[in-house]
């Protein structure tokens, strides 16, 4: 299950940068959205499986230079949190 459900996510993630792909600021958002909302359901199907399978993005993205890099970081740390146990 765990397979199936990351490669649908990538899927999902890959069609919303595919059909979302103009550099306009509205488009950026909604992209953004998308994604937030796909990685946040995925997180609520495999709970504390999603935390390996995000978290070395979230490390790398949060530090970079960019800010859209750095507020992707944040929203996607955001998206994931009603997946895990606290535990």
Known sequence: M???VT????NA??????????EMER???????CEA???G???R???NDIVPLVMPSIEEKITKPDWRQREGATYAFGS???GPSPN
Do not use: P
Request: with cysteine; charged share 15%; hydrophobic share 55%.
């Open 2 to 4: 765990l397979l199936a």
């Open 7 to 10: 490669r649908a996510l990538y």
């Open 13 to 22: 993630l890959g069609f919303a940068q595919e059909n979302f792909t103009n």
């Open 27 to 33: 488009d950026y958002i909604m992209r953004v959205v």
């Open 37 to 39: 909302t796909c990685l």
């Open 41 to 43: 359901l995925v997180a």
């Open 45 to 47: 199907t495999v709970r």
């Open 80 to 82: 994931i949190l009603e």
